[in-house]
């Protein structure tokens, strides 16, 4: 089983910035296309951004596209979310997610997220002057 445990977030403030990391306990994670999901009070559940298993290929929504960068560490087992120039509709639990073995990215972004196969804890990013 592939075990999510997601770090780092916190306070940031209107146009700063946060780094958040999934770490993966098992070493398949290298073998998942992973997601990071957002859902904010009142919102559904959002996907924010996802990476190939190889980390050559990315999406963003568009509501982040510019601002936030997701990249991986295979070696390492972690995924990471820098999120740049935050704002205020930033703020919300974020997860980290993994699709499936040797998915596309593609099909990582076209999946209903109750599809993938696993989740973090989720981690709470505030921002907020």
């Known amino acids: 089983q592939v075990q999510l445990v997601e770090s780092g977030g916190g306070l940031g403030q209107p146009g700063g910035s946060l780094r958040l990391s999934c770490a993966a306990s098992?070493?398949?994670?290298?073998?998942?296309?992973m997601g990071w999901f957002r859902q904010a009070p009142g919102k559904e559940r959002e996907l924010v951004a996802a990476?190939?298993?190889?980390?050559?290929?990315?999406y963003y929504s568009d509501s982040v596209k510019g601002r936030f960068t997701i990249s991986r560490d295979n070696a390492k087992r972690r995924v990471y979310l820098q999120m740049s120039s935050l704002k205020h509709e930033d703020t919300a639990v974020y997860s980290c997610?993994?699709?499936?073995?040797?998915?596309?990215?593609?099909?990582?972004?076209?999946?209903?997220?109750?599809?993938?196969?696993?989740w973090g804890q989720g981690t709470q990013v505030t921002v907020s002057s």
């Open positions: 990476i190939a298993y190889s980390g050559g290929e990315a």
């Open positions: 098992v070493p398949t994670f290298s073998n998942y296309a």
């Open positions: 997610a993994a699709d499936g073995p040797f998915h596309p990215v593609a099909v990582a972004v076209s999946a209903d997220p109750a599809a993938y196969d696993y």
